[in-house]
């Protein structure tokens, strides 16, 4: 099983990023994905969820009308576009595949996460 997330960097406030996460190793379309970050000093903080289908999402209300999450079960791979970033929006990010809705500590499977810092 792996989750490899790709698109983190370095990125101005205001600016957009675009985050992927390629799924293999188990049947993606089965699962709701997430994408998670983390802070140095923080807790890990849910962001973004996706149904199977794609159908519903959910945001944290840090991230409502700056972030979408989408997903493309033909290709194993979840994304998270990220509009008007903030220095705060500044985190290691992972996406995680999961068999329930909502918040984890221990989802069924994790990536190794992707770096997004927002500085001027």
């Known amino acids: 099983v792996q989750l490899v997330e790709s698109g983190g960097g370095l990125v101005q406030p205001g600016g957009s990023l675009r985050l992927s996460c390629a799924a293999s190793?188990?049947?993606?379309?089965?699962?709701?994905m997430n994408w998670y970050r983390q802070a140095p000093g923080k807790e890990r903080e849910l962001v973004a969820s996706?149904?199977?289908?794609?159908?519903?999402?959910d945001y944290a209300d840090s991230v409502k009308g700056r972030f979408t999450i989408s997903r493309d079960n033909a290709k194993n791979t979840v994304y998270l576009q990220m509009n008007n970033l903030k220095p705060e929006d500044t985190a290691r990010y992972y996406c995680?595949?999961?068999?329930?809705?909502?918040?984890?500590?221990?989802?069924?499977?994790w990536g190794q996460g992707t770096q997004v810092t927002v500085s001027s």
């Open positions: 190793g188990f049947t993606f379309s089965r699962y709701y």
């Open positions: 995680a595949a999961d068999r329930s809705w909502g918040p984890s500590s221990s989802p069924d499977y």
């Open positions: 996706i149904t199977r289908v794609g159908r519903n999402t």
